[in-house]
């Protein structure tokens, strides 16, 4: 592989400025060539996801799967270095254990959201087998994370088309090259020719129906313009990945922001925190009852998300502080207190969300919070470690730290807890009322049937429903 060394030291700007390709680069090496094909596959197999017909995410996942599996072949045949990078088979491993979930559990918020998260950790392997920061500089790894969804996609599209036509350069092949782009260009021409002709023939078009029953040439020709898009896309960013130089930052980040202004927002903040401290330990320790007309199920579930952004913006301020303030005596003092009221920001949502779940039963919609309440939690604590440990890598922990936190989650069986907190709110109130066991009938998976079926209220539950038709 020609992966180039990362010399260029100057810091530049906030996006990794590209390299123009040297003329003598510009011939196609035959894994350059390879990559063609694979980008191709990628191409044809997702617009074949794109017009499927899928009841669920379960369903779409196995498709899905063969996408991902074709892109990584692609990336290893064009970072053949990446094959002894541990963590790169780490977060390959992350991935397979989110699609092996698709096969073991039915339960669907989480199955969409993975979705999702698959291209993610994706694109994180990418960075970590690609690209290694300098000391200091960890903020390279999310610059580079960003640029390989919005710059790398795009920068290097020309090689795509430069590639397919690398292949026919030689002498010898003008004339089969000549007859392989007479195709490439005169079946779509065809295509589109007989498509108007069977709408001005009446005859031609029954008979054309008959032959492609089934078939439209408009989604022929929308499938087959998504496959090229998809293609050329896929091969800029692996081409971009693999040959492009790109400059790095060898010293770490000057920190230039005076003590005086964040230690004045900071302040700012606590002060506010300390109003907020006070009204909670009074109220949510039930030293003091709460005002006339307010309940505890409605005060626990008003601004709960609004808690979360708080401690997101301390943690980012935080962040900010440490990386760009300049050196102070109080700075760390400042910080510490500063995660000290993010501490009480979280408590306090945790407070109200199980407040919350004692009223109401878990739901899919009270779980993520309170996992993404842990995960700050979490977080928090490696920010104050990191007060106390120069040399501690704070952004690879907490990444470390999000991704195998939910993977856990993913383990789990999600609908089953729902379904053994609504029954053992309805033991406690010695009846399950109707509106649980609509929930528990229609809202949950299969996943949950063992837990229903085992249940005292299980006539009430199935009703005239078969077990096999929940979910």
Same mark, same amino acid.
Request: aromatic share 16%; charged share 15%.
């Given at each position: 592989?020609?992966r180039?060394e990362?010399?260029?030291?100057?810091?530049?700007?906030?996006?990794?400025?590209?390299k123009?390709?040297p003329?003598?680069?510009?011939?196609y090496?035959?894994?350059?060539?390879?990559?063609?094909?694979?980008?191709?596959?990628?191409?044809?197999?997702?617009?074949?996801?794109?017009?499927?017909?899928?009841?669920t995410s379960r369903?779409? $996942?196995l498709? !899905?799967?063969?996408f991902?599996?074709?892109y990584?072949?692609g !990336?290893?045949?064009?970072?053949p270095d990446?094959?002894?990078?541990?963590?790169?088979?780490?977060l390959v491993?992350?991935?397979a254990l989110?699609?092996?979930?698709?096969?073991?559990?039915a339960?669907?918020t989480?199955?969409l959201?993975n979705?999702? /998260?698959?291209p993610?950790?994706?694109?994180?392997?990418a960075?970590?087998?690609s690209f290694?920061?300098s000391p200091?500089?960890?903020g390279e !790894? $999310?610059?580079?994370?960003?640029?390989? &969804? +919005?710059?790398?996609?795009?920068?290097?599209i020309?090689?795509?088309?430069?590639a397919?036509?690398?292949? +026919?350069?030689?002498?010898?092949e003008? =004339?089969?090259?000549?007859v392989?782009?007479?195709l490439?260009?005169?079946l779509p021409?065809?295509?589109?020719? &007989?498509?108007l002709?069977s709408?001005?023939?009446?005859?031609l078009?029954?008979?054309?129906? =008959?032959l492609?029953e089934g078939?439209?040439?408009?989604?022929?020709?929308?499938?087959?313009?998504?496959?090229?898009i998809?293609?050329?896309? %896929?091969?800029?960013f692996?081409?971009?990945t693999?040959?492009?130089?790109?400059p790095?930052?060898?010293?770490?980040y000057k920190k230039?922001?005076e003590?005086? #202004?964040?230690?004045?927002v900071?302040?700012?903040?606590l002060a506010?925190?300390a109003? &907020?401290?006070?009204?909670? %330990?009074f109220?949510?320790?039930?030293?003091?009852?709460?005002?006339?007309?307010?309940? !505890?199920?409605?005060?626990?579930?008003?601004g709960f998300?609004?808690?979360?952004i708080?401690?997101?913006?301390? *943690?980012?301020? %935080?962040?900010?502080t440490l990386? &760009?303030? =300049?050196?102070?005596?109080r700075?760390?003092?400042f910080?510490?207190?500063?995660?000290i009221?993010?501490?009480?920001?979280l408590?306090?949502?945790?407070a109200?969300?199980?407040?919350?779940?004692? /009223?109401?039963? *878990?739901?899919?919609?009270r779980?993520?919070?309170?996992? %993404?309440?842990l995960?700050?939690?979490?977080?928090?604590?490696?920010?104050?470690?990191?007060?106390y440990?120069?040399?501690?890598?704070?952004?690879r922990?907490?990444?470390?730290?999000?991704?195998? #936190?939910y993977? @856990?989650?993913?383990?789990l069986n999600l609908?089953?807890?729902v379904?053994?907190?609504?029954?053992?709110?309805?033991r406690?109130?010695g009846t399950l009322d109707?509106?649980?066991?609509?929930y *528990?009938?229609?809202?949950?998976?299969?996943?949950?049937?063992?837990?229903?079926?085992?249940?005292?209220?299980?006539?009430? @539950?199935?009703?005239?429903?078969e077990?096999?038709?929940?979910?």
């Amino acid at each position: 592989m020609e992966r180039p060394e990362e010399t260029n030291k100057e810091q530049g700007a906030a996006f990794p400025a590209y390299k123009p390709m040297p003329a003598e680069r510009r011939e196609y090496s035959a894994k350059q060539k390879l990559l063609l094909a694979v980008t191709l596959a990628m191409g044809i197999v997702f617009a074949a996801l794109l017009w499927g017909d899928y009841g669920t995410s379960r369903e779409f $996942a196995l498709p !899905y799967a063969f996408f991902w599996a074709i892109y990584l072949v692609g !990336y290893y045949v064009a970072v053949p270095d990446a094959k002894t990078n541990r963590a790169g088979w780490l977060l390959v491993s992350s991935v397979a254990l989110l699609f092996l979930r698709y096969a073991v559990y039915a339960e669907r918020t989480l199955g969409l959201i993975n979705l999702i /998260a698959i291209p993610l950790l994706l694109m994180l392997h990418a960075v970590v087998c690609s690209f290694r920061a300098s000391p200091g500089c960890e903020g390279e !790894y $999310a610059l580079r994370y960003l640029a390989g &969804f +919005f710059v790398k996609p795009f920068a290097h599209i020309p090689r795509f088309f430069g590639a397919i036509g690398a292949i +026919f350069q030689k002498r010898e092949e003008q =004339k089969r090259s000549g007859v392989f782009l007479g195709l490439l260009i005169g079946l779509p021409l065809a295509v589109l020719v &007989f498509s108007l002709l069977s709408s001005a023939d009446s005859v031609l078009s029954y008979y054309a129906g =008959k032959l492609f029953e089934g078939w439209s040439v408009s989604e022929v020709f929308w499938r087959t313009v998504l496959a090229v898009i998809v293609a050329f896309l %896929f091969y800029s960013f692996l081409y971009g990945t693999a040959w492009e130089k790109f400059p790095t930052r060898a010293q770490p980040y000057k920190k230039g922001i005076e003590p005086s #202004m964040l230690h004045t927002v900071i302040a700012l903040l606590l002060a506010v925190y300390a109003v &907020f401290g006070y009204v909670q %330990f009074f109220y949510l320790t039930g030293l003091r009852g709460l005002p006339a007309g307010l309940t !505890y199920s409605a005060y626990a579930v008003r601004g709960f998300n609004e808690l979360l952004i708080v401690a997101l913006i301390n *943690l980012g301020l %935080f962040a900010l502080t440490l990386r &760009f303030e =300049k050196e102070h005596r109080r700075k760390r003092a400042f910080l510490l207190l500063l995660l000290i009221a993010t501490a009480l920001v979280l408590y306090s949502g945790a407070a109200r969300l199980i407040l919350y779940i004692d /009223a109401y039963a *878990l739901t899919m919609a009270r779980i993520l919070p309170f996992w %993404f309440i842990l995960f700050l939690a979490v977080a928090a604590t490696f920010c104050a470690v990191r007060l106390y440990m120069e040399k501690f890598r704070l952004m690879r922990a907490v990444t470390a730290a999000f991704i195998a #936190m939910y993977l @856990i989650l993913n383990t789990l069986n999600l609908d089953a807890m729902v379904a053994q907190s609504v029954l053992a709110r309805a033991r406690l109130r010695g009846t399950l009322d109707e509106a649980d066991a609509h929930y *528990l009938r229609y809202s949950l998976s299969s996943d949950a049937e063992r837990v229903l079926k085992a249940s005292k209220y299980k006539d009430q @539950i199935y009703y005239d429903v078969e077990p096999g038709d929940l979910g």
